[in-house]
């Protein structure tokens, strides 16, 4: 074979294996599902303020130093018919936007508010799946950056939740 022949045989292996590796970065990035980002709606239920909560609710603050975000949520977790009442509130005190979820002892999510922004609350949140009296949950509060959306941290408090009218 001749040095001109060589050089074409390895100039037409590169292209080949250029259009291969191509083709594949196209098609794994169309598979792969995770190249768009759909950020979470906010509550259509907020409510500005601070909410008026029974004390029976144990409605209490989620804050340690150092955290970036200060929630208020209720430790006595009340189904009333097909929504939790948890009284979820984001306290303002700092630029942050919270979102809730209940989990079951599966790690499942049963229950989840939209966005609430600095100031704003829920009284409840819609369950997904049929609850048992004094099922364990987890009730997973996550904050989030306004508009970029850069996770600020996470809390999860476990408690149960107990069917009967709420307060």
Do not use: H
């Not at 291969?20 to 500005?48: D, Y």
């Not at 150092?66 to 209720?74: D, I, P, Q, R, T």
């Not at 303002?92 to 209940?102: A, H, M, P």
Request: with cysteine; glycine share 8%; hydrophobic share 40%.
């Amino acid at each position: 074979m001749t040095k001109k022949a060589g050089l074409a045989a390895a100039a037409v292996v590169c292209v080949i294996s250029l259009a291969i590796m191509t083709a594949a970065l196209i098609l794994c990035n169309k598979n792969s599902g995770n190249s768009v980002f759909t950020p979470p709606p906010f509550e259509a239920e907020a409510v500005s303020g601070t909410p008026d909560v029974p004390d029976e609710s144990g409605w209490s603050e989620i804050y340690q130093a150092g955290m970036e975000f200060k929630a208020y949520v209720c430790g006595n977790v009340i189904a009333d018919g097909d929504s939790a009442v948890v009284y979820f509130t984001n306290s303002g005190d700092f630029d942050v936007w919270l979102k809730l979820r209940i989990l079951d002892e599966n790690g499942a999510v049963i229950g989840e508010s939209g966005l609430l922004k600095p100031g704003e609350y829920v009284k409840s949140v819609p369950l997904t799946s049929d609850i048992t009296d004094e099922e364990a949950v987890r009730l997973k509060i996550m904050a989030y950056e306004p508009e970029t959306y850069y996770s600020v941290g996470t809390v999860t408090l476990n408690t149960t939740i107990r069917k009967g009218e709420s307060q």
